[in-house]
C-alpha cells in the first residue's frame, strides 16, 4: 500500500472527485429547498400585500389554517382515506387484470390477432368519456370510480405487457423447448419472470393515469374525496379548501410514486 | 475393438419452411450417421440451413420426408437424449448460477437430491463452485459459456448439439472456452454436433467435418479429421501439419466469393 493514501484503494484524485461529486448534489437540493421556500414566501407576501387576491388565490397561511380546521372537524384523513384507497385499488387492479389479459393474448395469438383492432380502438378512445355510463351502471360512488381508474390504466397495460412478453428473447423460449417445456412452463420460467421490468413500468404509469381516473371520477360523483373537495370548494368559491386539497393531492401523488420505485428496487435487482 | 452402432441418424432428412411468400428448402436430402463419443463440426455458407439442421435434432422441427433417430428412437419431438447450447448463453438474470444449471431439471420434473448432487457436481468439478449463489451478471463471458454448458449436461444428455455457441465471445475468450468445452465434452463422454462459421474452430474441435452446400443445403463432403499434435486439445490442434491442408480444402469447398 504506498503511503499517500489515506484509505485502502481510494487515491487522493479520486478523493477529491468524490468530494466534487457530493457539494454539487448538495447545492442542487439546496436550491431546490430554496425554490420551494421562496415560492411560498411569495405567495403569502404577494396576498398580503394584495398585489393578488387572497380571496381567490388563497394564501399558504389560509392554507394551513384550513388544513388544521378540517384536521380537527376529522374530516381530512376521511377525503384522503377515500381518494388512496381508490387509487391503490384502481392501479393496483389495472396493472392485474390487464397482465392475467395479456397473459391470455400471449397464451392464444388466434385471440390476440382477433381482438387486436378492438384494443386499438380501445386504447385511443379517451376513457374518461365513458365516465357517466359507468355510473349509470355501478352506482355513483367509490365502485363507479375505481372502475373508472382501472378502465384508464387497463388497455394501456394490456398492450404494454403483452408487447414486453413478445420481446422476450425467442432463444431464451427456444432453450425452453429443447428441454421439453410445456407452453405454461415457458410462461413460468420465461416470460413472466423476463416480464417483471415491464410489469413494473406498466404500475409506475398507471399510478398516474390511475390518479386521473379517480379525480375525474371523483369529480363526477361528488360524494367524498380529495376531487370531491376540489369540485366543490370550486363551487362555493373556497379556493383556501381547493388549494389545500391540490396540495394534499400533489404530496400524496408523490408519495404513491416514490413507493412504486422502491418496490421497483426491491423487485429489480 | 467392436464397432458401435451409430447413437444417431439420419436418413435422406427434408426440410422445407412454409411462408406467405412460399416455399423454402432449407435441406435436401441429407443422411449421416453419429458414432457415440464423436465430435462432429458442420460448416457451411450463411442460411445453407446449418440451424434448422440442428433443430430437427432437437426435436423441434417436423422433416418434410426423411427420419432422425436418436439410440434407436425415432425423434418426434424435444428429447431427453439431446440437450442444446445457444449461442449466447442464455442464462437467466433472475436466477443464481446454481438455479439456472437446474432449470432443464426442473422442466422435467426430474429434481432429485440425486440429480442436484450431479449438478453441483459438474458445477464444482469445472471450478464454478464459488459462484453457485452469483449471479450470471458477475461472471466473465468465459465463465457463463461453461455455466450454461453445466446447464446442458445437467439434464446428462447424451449428444449436445452447439449453435454457433462462441460466436458470441471475443477472439482470445473464444478459443479458451472451446477447448474447456472440448475437454469438458471428452471428460463426461458425450457425443457432440457443432456448428459453426468459423473454419478453424471447426477443424480443431472436430472429428469429422461436415460441409454442406447453399441453400438448399446438401451434404457436400464429410472430412475425417485426423492431426499429429502431442496433446489433443483444439488450441494445440491448430498447430498441427496437416491444419493448412484441411483449412484450405474446406476453404475451397465452401465456395466463398468475395464481391
Ligand atoms: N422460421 C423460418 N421460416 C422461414 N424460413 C426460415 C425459417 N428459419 C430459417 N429459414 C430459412 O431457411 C434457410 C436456412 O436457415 P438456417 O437458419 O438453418 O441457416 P443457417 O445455416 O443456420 O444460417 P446462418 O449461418 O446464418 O446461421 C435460410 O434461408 C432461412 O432464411
Ligand atoms: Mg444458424
Given at each position: 500500500m504506498s503511503p499517500e493514501r489515506s484509505f485502502p484503494g481510494i487515491s487522493p484524485d479520486h478523493l477529491r472527485y468524490l468530494n466534487e461529486q457530493k457539494a454539487y448534489k448538495n447545492k442542487v437540493l439546496l436550491f431546490q429547498i430554496l425554490l420551494l421556500v421562496a415560492s411560498i414566501a411569495f405567495w403569502e407576501v404577494a396576498t398580503r400585500l394584495h398585489w393578488i387576491d387572497p380571496f381567490i388565490f388563497s394564501s399558504p397561511s389560509r392554507v394551513v389554517h384550513t388544513l388544521l380546521s378540517m384536521h380537527h372537524q376529522g374530516n381530512l384523513y376521511y377525503h384522503i382515506g377515500i381518494t388512496l384507497y381508490e387509487t391503490t385499488a384502481g392501479f393496483i387492479l389495472g396493472t392485474i387484470i390487464g397482465t392475467v389479459i395479456a397473459v391470455i393474448l400471449w397464451w392464444s395469438d388466434f385471440l390476440a390477432k382477433v381482438l387486436d383492432p378492438y384494443l386499438v380502438v380501445l386504447n385511443s378512445l379517451p376513457k374518461i368519456a365513458l365516465g357517466p355510463i359507468i355510473i349509470v351502471w355501478f352506482g355513483a360512488g367509490a365502485t363507479a370510480i375505481i372502475v373508472v381508474a382501472l378502465l384508464i390504466s387497463v388497455i394501456v397495460t394490456i398492450l404494454g405487457v403483452y408487447n414486453g412478453f413478445a420481446q422476450v428473447d425467442p432463444d431464451k423460449v427456444k432453450l425452453l423447448k429443447t428441454f421439453g417445456a410445456t407452453r405454461l412452463q415457458v410462461l413460468q420460467k420465461v416470460i413472466l419472470p423476463a416480464s417483471i421490468p415491464t410489469i413494473i413500468a406498466a404500475l409506475k404509469i398507471n399510478v398516474g393515469l390511475s390518479w386521473v381516473g379517480v379525480i375525474v371520477g371523483e369529480f363526477l360523483v361528488?360524494?367524498?374525496g380529495l376531487g370531491y373537495l376540489i369540485v366543490y370548494g370550486g363551487q362555493v368559491f373556497r379556493l383556501d379548501l381547493v388549494m389545500t386539497s391540490v396540495i394534499i393531492l400533489s404530496i400524496a401523488a408523490a408519495l404513491m410514486y416514490q413507493g412504486v420505485v422502491y418496490l421497483e428496487k426491491l423487485f429489480t435487482r | 475393438m467392436v464397432r458401435a452402432a451409430p447413437l444417431v441418424k439420419v436418413e435422406n432428412l427434408t426440410i422445407k419452411y412454409h411462408t406467405p411468400e412460399g416455399e423454402i428448402?432449407?435441406?435436401?436430402d441429407i443422411s449421416f450417421g453419429v458414432m457415440p463419443g464423436e465430435f462432429i463440426s458442420i460448416v457451411g455458407p450463411s442460411g445453407c440451413g446449418k440451424s434448422t439442421l440442428l433443430n430437427a435434432l432437437a426435436g423441434l422441427l417436423k422433416p418434410a420426408s426423411g427420419k432422425i433417430t436418436i439410440m434407436d428412437q425415432p425423434v418426434k419431438g424435444p428429447t431427453p437424449l439431446v440437450g442444446y447450447m445457444p449461442q449466447s448463453d442464455q442464462l437467466f438474470g433472475w436466477r443464481t448460477i446454481y438455479k439456472n444449471v437446474l432449470l432443464g431439471l426442473e422442466v422435467q420434473n426430474k429434481l432429485t437430491p440425486e440429480t442436484k448432487a450431479y449438478a453441483k457436481n459438474l458445477l464444482e468439478k469445472y471450478g464454478l463452485k464459488d459462484f453457485?449463489?452469483?449471479?450470471?451478471?458477475?461472471?466473465?463471458g468465459g465463465m457463463r459459456q461453461r455455466v450454461a454448458l453445466i446447464r446442458t449436461l445437467a439434464i446428462n444428455p447424451e449428444i449436445l448439439l452447439l449453435d454457433e455457441a462462441f460466436s458470441a465471445l471475443d477472439y482470445q475468450t473464444r478459443l479458451i472456452v472451446a477447448d474447456e468445452v472440448k475437454q469438458i465434452i471428452n471428460e463426461e463422454h458425450k457425443t457432440a454436433i457443432l456448428v459453426t462459421h468459423d473454419i478453424a474452430e471447426a477443424i480443431s474441435m472436430a472429428d469429422r467435418v461436415m460441409v454442406l452446400t447453399r441453400r438448399?443445403?446438401?451434404?457436400?463432403n464429410i472430412h475425417p479429421i485426423e492431426l499429429t499434435c502431442s496433446v489433443r486439445t483444439p488450441i494445440k490442434c491448430r498447430e498441427a501439419p496437416e491444419f493448412r491442408y484441411y483449412f484450405n480444402l474446406i476453404w475451397k469447398e465452401l465456395d466463398i466469393h468475395v464481391a
Open positions: 361528488s360524494r367524498a | 428448402t432449407a435441406l435436401q453457485m449463489q452469483a449471479r450470471p451478471n458477475q461472471l466473465s438448399p443445403g446438401r451434404i457436400k
